[in-house]
Nanobody, 122 residues
Framework: VQLQAYGGGLVQPGGSLKLSCAAS????????MGWFRQAPGKEREFVAG????????YNTDSVKGRFTISRDNAKNTVYLQMNSLKPEDTAVYYC????????????????WGQGTLVTVSS
């Protein structure tokens, strides 16, 4: 299983960025896919998740109304659209796959991508 996350970069406060996670290596129809982030000196935290089969989504409170997770079954790709970015959103963002479905704990996830850095700064 391979998860390739990309799309990070430097953006000004209030700006937008879209992350992508390309999944390969197996059939993901029963999986849950998640985005996590880890800021310097902090623990990895859950950001958003989506059920590959149903499309049901779940966001953590700090990003509700600003971030949207989605998936494209045909492309085996999961996206994280991030709007109204704040400096506190600065972190390395990771995508992950959970073979048992949706979850909001890092330990729920079996496979991880390499991370992509998002920096929100003026």
């Amino acid at each position: 299983v391979q998860l390739q996350a990309y799309g990070g970069g430097l953006v000004q406060p209030g700006g937008s960025l879209k992350l992508s996670c390309a999944a390969s290596g197996r059939t993901f129809s029963s999986y849950g896919m998640g985005w996590f982030r880890q800021a310097p000196g902090k623990e990895r935290e859950f950001v958003a998740g989506v059920s590959w089969r149903s499309g049901r989504t779940y966001n953590t409170d700090s990003v509700k109304g600003r971030f949207t997770i989605s998936r494209d079954n045909a492309k085996n790709t999961v996206y994280l659209q991030m709007n109204s970015l704040k400096p506190e959103d600065t972190a390395v963002y990771y995508c992950a796959a959970n073979q048992y479905g949706l979850g909001n704990r890092a330990n729920d996830y079996d496979y991880w991508g390499q991370g992509t850095l998002v920096t929100v700064s003026s």
